[in-house]
């Protein structure tokens, strides 16, 4: 009797330490979005040697077909759900079409793009791009993903095409 209740006490410990672990992602938007505002920030393991940090993000329209026109910010947008309100490490990973991309001015290469920031839940995250330089402009399947450790969690592809 003692053993069977020190197996079933260890099997619910064992899932409580694996609550928060796995949150459900349940995504709010795809396509085309907007912001109140935005701000470069340094980040090595971009091609242009920073990114956009913004905020107040706004849905626009839904779509899979991007135009690759400077200035135009596409992505979507996700909530993690979890019965533990914490901040979970996320890698949000974008891949390029055939060839990567190529910074002309530096001549650095990458058919990807990877950055870890924190996703709180309950709170709205964005895996999100926005074309600043003319060498972005490349058509083709782009593909956006969101990780959690070794796992991914929810992606998207869009179609960026020449207007």
Avoid at 26 to 36: M, N
Avoid at 59 to 75: D, E, N, W
Avoid at 76 to 91: M, Y
Wanted: glycine share 8%; aromatic share 14%.
């Amino acid at each position: 009797m003692k053993f069977i209740r020190f197996f079933i006490l260890t099997i619910l410990f064992a899932f409580e330490a694996c609550a928060g672990e796995n949150p459900s992602v349940d995504v709010t938007w795809v396509g085309l979005y907007s912001v109140t505002s935005s701000s470069k920030v340094s980040e090595r393991n971009s091609l242009s040697g920073e990114v956009s940090q913004s905020r107040g993000f706004q849905h626009v329209s839904t779509t899979a077909r991007i135009p690759a026109v400077k200035g135009t910010r596409f992505g979507f947008g996700f909530v993690l759900s979890d019965t533990d309100p914490q901040a979970f490490k996320v890698r949000y990973v974008w891949r390029f079409p055939d060839g990567g991309l190529i910074n002309t001015s530096t001549g650095q290469a990458s058919d990807h793009f990877e950055i870890e920031r924190s996703c709180k839940v309950g709170d709205s995250c964005a895996n999100a791009w926005v074309f600043n330089h003319d060498w972005e402009l490349k058509p083709g399947t782009w593909s956006a993903e969101v990780w959690l450790g070794q796992k991914m969690i929810v992606s998207r592809k869009f179609e960026v095409y020449l207007p």
